[in-house]
């Protein structure tokens, strides 16, 4: 790697490697079994001069599966945690109809149906066609199937389209041309309006061993360091942050234009700060190792005891980690998924197969690997009737345990 994507710095060292790996949402298919899949590296860097973490080689997008079977409606927590973002922004922003709220990555419309519903008028942007399709079909939103950067930006500008609030959930991290992002942003914010954005929390990350987080598809780990450097290179100003839980461990930065009044909130002061006091300390192979030795551990011992174990979720987080550990079909028979899209379809690398979560109540595995241990409190209520029958889930992350 020559230089940060960010800054453009050449101060760029080695921060944690994968190896070789497959494409996380790469699926395939049967009659793909016998062909060789490709395999990319994916190495971390970290830039010495502004703070980001970032992939070292980037794979061409159009190589990239994408989220385009990941529909964010899928999941009941994500669509609470929508409507509750957008109706405290409705009241804390005094929104009206002469309001326009515009979602980057704006996903089947889980968030801004919201606001329609508040009578805001609305405005998403989702490059995949089939899911832009289900927002403008079902939810009657419109929406634009575009990339979002620059000339996106500069085109709203001359349709006289200004917000009020722009959402970007878990877009960020995917973007390579990050700075053309920022100042899209910028570009299509109104002076005193307000970018809300959520991004996965890299200092968790590091902190709990998250690194199922990594894979081709995200090209940056964000600190608030980093990005406070970001946003104020673009003319804007994090004036608050919060940390979630969702994801793992998320920020959500809220950016307004830098005027004089614009004021950093202790919340962003205080993380800058023990970001600085930690940074010495940010390095993630050890808790990753020590994961791994615990868990394949655990995993070939139930199956040495003639347990049968089973996945949940046929995730990109899944793939990152079953392939870097090197857990495969003599372990793990089948993962299960609720997606329609992916049954049928087997793991990249591991080539486990995936069958539907009724699965589960079929053949009643003893135990089963939650991939998708970011959503843990809704799929082990989903699958409380697996449970009930003596069912056990192995959760991995933020620490392993069993229940
Ligand atoms: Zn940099």
Not at 2 to 25: D, E, I, T, W, Y
Not at 168 to 188: E, K
Not at 326 to 350: A, F, L, N, T
């Amino acid at each position: 790697m020559k230089a940060c994507r960010a800054c453009g710095s050449a101060q760029v060292n080695s921060f944690f490697s994968l190896g070789n790996m497959p494409l996380a949402n790469a699926l395939l298919a049967h009659p793909q079994l016998d062909m060789e899949e490709p395999r990319y590296p994916l190495d971390l860097s970290f830039c010495q001069e502004c703070y980001l973490i970032q992939l070292d080689q980037i794979v061409a997008p159009e190589k990239l599966f994408s989220e385009y079977l990941y529909f964010s409606s899928f999941s009941t927590d994500m669509v609470h945690h929508a409507c509750a973002i957008a109706n405290r922004l409705v009241i804390e922003r005094n929104l009206t109809s002469d309001s326009l709220i515009v979602e980057i990555a704006s996903n089947d419309g889980y968030l801004l149906q919201w606001y329609q519903k508040s009578d805001i008028p609305v405005l998403g942007i989702e490059p995949a066609q089939n899911i832009a399709k289900v927002a403008q079909d079902e939810k009657n939103i419109p929406t634009r199937v575009e990339f979002f950067g620059v000339d996106l930006a500069q085109k709203l500008n001359r349709e006289g389209k200004q917000a009020d609030i722009i959402h970007a959930n878990n877009v960020m991290a995917h973007v390579p041309d990050i700075n053309g992002f920022v100042q899209g942003i910028r570009l299509i914010l109104k002076p005193e309006g307000m970018a809300v954005i959520e991004v996965p929390y890299a200092v968790d990350m590091i902190e709990r061993g998250e690194f199922d987080t990594i894979y081709h598809e995200h090209v940056y780990y964000f600190s608030v360091t980093a990005l406070d450097k970001l946003f104020k290179k673009h003319d804007l100003i994090i004036k608050q942050v919060e940390r979630i839980s969702i994801h793992g461990g998320s920020l959500r930065l809220f950016v307004t234009p830098i005027t004089s009044a614009a004021q950093q909130e202790d919340s962003v002061l205080n993380l800058l700060d023990s970001e600085k006091q930690m940074r010495q300390q940010w390095q993630l192979d050890l808790k990753v190792k020590q994961l791994q030795v615990e868990l394949v551990s655990k995993l070939r011992d139930l199956k040495k005891a003639g347990k049968t174990i089973a996945a949940y979720g046929a995730s990109a987080k899944g793939s990152t980690l079953l392939n870097y550990f090197g857990i495969g079909r003599e372990i793990i028979e089948y993962v299960v998924d609720r997606s329609i899209y992916k049954q049928g379809k087997y793991m990249p690398g591991v080539l486990i197969p995936i069958l539907p979560p009724s699965a589960l109540s079929e053949r009643q595995p003893d135990y089963v690997l939650l991939l998708t241990w970011n959503f843990a409190a809704e799929i082990l209520a989903q699958q409380s009737e697996y449970r009930t029958r003596g069912g056990r889930f192995i959760v991995p992350l933020p620490q392993l345990y069993e229940v």
